[in-house]
Nanobody, 124 residues
Framework: DVQLQASGGGLVQPGGSLRLSCVAS????????IVWFRQAPGKEREGVSY??????FYADSVKGRSTISRDNAKNTVYLQMNNLKPEDTAVYYC???????????????????WGQGTQVTVSS
């Protein structure tokens, strides 16, 4: 049974850091692309970062402030987010996709499985 469990969100002040975790079960990370999306109230779901077979992509809004990584032994993908801003406030979801074209990594329709989301709130 494929499952994705996202965690690590919380309330943080502007300029702070968080590390989000996406624990996968029921499949091997090596075989799939893992993506982080976020959704703020009243906004569309936005692709934040992607990792697969050594390729990593970031949205312009988080580039230089975020690092995605993967620990195959723990079947976990991490998203380290630094210098957080109020506009980073959203629910963050991790998703699993197969055969995702690199140029379309931000299209949520390529990801068939999603975790439950973890809330990130950046506020003073």
């Amino acid at each position: 049974d494929v499952q994705l469990q996202a965690s690590g969100g919380g309330l943080v002040q502007p300029g702070g850091s968080l590390r989000l975790s996406c624990v996968a079960s029921g499949f091997a990370l090596d075989d799939y692309a893992i993506v982080w999306f976020r959704q703020a109230p009243g906004k569309e779901r936005e692709g934040v970062s992607y990792i697969n077979v050594g390729r990593k992509f970031y949205a312009d809004s988080v580039k230089g402030r975020s690092t995605i990584s993967r620990d195959n032994a723990k079947n976990t993908v991490y998203l380290q987010m630094n210098n957080l801003k109020p506009e980073d406030t959203a629910v963050y979801y991790c998703g699993r996709g197969a055969r995702v074209p690199f140029s379309l990594w931000r299209d949520p329709t390529y990801y068939a499985n999603w975790g439950q989301g973890t809330q990130v709130t950046v506020s003073s």
